[in-house]
């Protein structure tokens, strides 16, 4: 396809189970983002990547997130142990590098209950 | 550390009025920045970039280093610009953060 394109779309978990949330960038992009938007605001910053290597990880909540990109395309968001506050939408946006211009996915609404 | 701040959450204007929605960032390297826009059901795509001083569908944005704003704006608002729009900064490492977001309406 010609857009970054994530699934699950939606993703409704127990609390307590693991989740794993999939991001295919656009094609020769280096760059990838993960992003969670809670309701009403704007995307936090998760994690970056630039091809296979994770250069940021500041934004991860805690040690149940955990972000790959094992071939610098596909990315993999994983959340350990899922508790309700983590409840979100995950975004994931890629670029080519440098250029400043994200593409976004549609997202992946993730619901605990 | 919060680094783009956006002070309003709604903003409301009747069609035909100007607007502008703030911005203020935080930053203590060279900073890039953009405005972001999300329409109703659609993705997150960039606006506009503050680099290319360009005007995106009658928006413009100019980037105050004096007073760390990067305030949008736009003379004569339609009701299709009603949307949520979100200020953005690059960072020296290339990643990119977001501020709140404020979501226009524009009133007919």
């Known amino acids: 396809g010609a857009g970054v394109s994530q699934s699950p779309r939606y993703k409704v978990a127990k609390r307590g189970q693991d989740v794993a949330l999939r991001c295919d960038p656009i094609?020769?992009?280096?760059?990838l983002f993960w992003y969670q938007q809670a309701l009403g605001q704007g995307p936090e910053f998760l994690t970056y990547?630039?091809?296979?290597?994770?250069?940021?990880k500041s934004g991860l909540p805690s040690d149940r997130f955990f972000a790959e990109r094992p071939e610098g395309s596909v990315s993999t968001l994983k959340i350990q142990r899922t508790q309700q506050e983590d409840s979100a939408v995950y975004l994931c946006?890629?670029?080519?590098?440098?250029?400043?211009?994200?593409?976004f996915g549609e997202g992946s609404r993730l619901t605990v209950l | 550390a919060q680094r783009v701040t956006q002070p309003e959450k709604l903003l409301s204007v009747f069609k035909g009025a100007p607007v502008e929605l703030k911005c203020n960032y935080s930053?203590?390297?060279?900073?890039?920045l953009f405005w972001y826009v999300q329409y109703s059901r659609q993705r997150l795509q960039l606006l506009l970039r503050?680099?290319s001083r360009e005007s995106i569908k009658g928006f413009t944005a100019d980037l105050n280093k004096g007073e760390t704003s990067f305030h949008l704006k736009k003379p004569f608002a339609q009701e299709e610009d009603s949307a949520m729009y979100y200020c953005?900064?690059?960072?020296?490492?290339?990643?990119?953060?977001f501020g709140a977001g404020t979501r226009l309406t524009v009133k007919p």
């Open positions: 930053y203590s390297g060279s900073p890039e």
């Open positions: 953005a900064l690059i960072m020296d490492n290339n990643d990119m953060r």
């Open positions: 990547f630039q091809n296979e290597a994770q250069l940021d």
């Open positions: 094609s020769g992009h280096v760059s």
């Open positions: 503050h680099i």
């Open positions: 946006a890629s670029s080519l590098m440098n250029t400043g211009e994200l593409f």
